[in-house]
């Protein structure tokens, strides 16, 4: 590849912005931080060059803002530097987020297509069900989520669960519309074949609308896995739990640890764009199978 095409690939495309936005962090931790700096060397009566005041707003033990190297160190520190069993490592609170993410994923994923299903095939639902799944969305998240905690732990239910409920809670509304409209997808020319066939409902939804569907549906999972994601870690806060990215989040904050806080918003990052990127890689696969792309 020559210096040309490089330049003109999405990898420098790619790096181009990852570039300017770690400038632009830089950037920003030097001014969040210099009023503390700057207060701290007065009272400590030291004088700095440019240059050392500068390095010095970018390594503080606590800043407001914690810089690129600083949250980099602390996932490193995290993850490669501790056993997956110790509860400092990041990679076993990950794991517990994940379990959460994943069950709460499954069972949205399921009702989102059995709703859907059920919407196409029965008129009235569409009039009767349709608004109340829309407007379910509405209601922020913060305010379900200790409600659903504290329901379920007075019936006995706690643990995974709660967590997995939130989840799925987020995570079936895009997978529902998704659904629905992939299972209209179908030309009218291709219903009305069915029809002359004497194809029946099943039949006509099992041959034509369910594969005309697949496509919408992974698009839809790629949103509702993160979703799920986010359920998970919204989840773990009013539940004061011990372990989890949300269990990190929480810790940070109340002892002011904002590296950590960063660490574990990079992680949860890096761990929704990994499963949205398994989703994708399962949506060429099955449309490749199907085949619906060479």
């Not at 639902?125 to 509405?138: D, K, V």
């Not at 659904?179 to 099992?206: E, H, I």
Request: aromatic share 8%; glycine share 6%.
């Amino acid at each position: 590849m020559t210096t040309s095409d490089f330049l003109h690939s999405k990898t420098a495309a790619v790096l181009t912005v990852v570039l300017v936005l770690l400038c632009i962090w830089y950037a920003g931790a030097v001014a969040l931080n210099t009023p503390f700096q700057r207060d701290q060397d007065v009272r400590d009566k030291v004088e700095r060059s440019t240059g050392d005041f500068v390095t010095a707003t970018l390594n503080q033990k606590r800043p407001v803002l914690p810089a690129p190297h600083q949250v980099a160190v602390e996932i490193w520190q995290t993850t490669v530097e501790k056993k997956v069993t110790s509860k400092r490592s990041l990679v076993y609170h990950a794991g517990i987020t994940l379990s959460s993410t994943m069950l709460g994923f499954l069972i949205g994923t399921v009702l989102g297509i059995v709703l859907a299903a059920a919407i196409i095939h029965v008129e009235s639902l569409e009039r009767s069900l349709m608004p109340w799944i829309i407007t379910s969305q509405t209601i922020p998240i913060l305010a379900i989520a200790p409600m659903v905690i504290v329901v379920l732990n007075a019936i006995g239910v706690s643990g995974l669960i709660p967590k997995a409920m939130i989840s799925t809670y987020l995570s079936f509304f895009p997978v529902t519309v998704g659904v629905v409209k992939g299972l209209r997808s179908p030309d009218p020319m291709q219903l009305d074949l069915m029809r002359t066939y004497s194809a029946s409902s099943f039949q006509t939804f099992w041959k034509l609308r369910w594969p005309s569907s697949i496509p919408f549906l992974f698009t839809s999972m790629k949103i509702a896995i993160a979703a799920s994601l986010v359920g998970a870690i919204v989840g773990e806060l009013p539940t004061g739990a011990v372990a989890g990215l949300g269990a990190r989040l929480l810790a940070g904050s109340y002892y002011g640890q904002t590296v950590q806080i960063w660490s574990a918003l990079l992680s949860a990052a890096f761990l929704a764009a990994m499963l949205v990127t398994i989703v994708g890689f399962a949506d060429k696969a099955v449309r490749r199978r199907m085949g619906m792309v060479q």
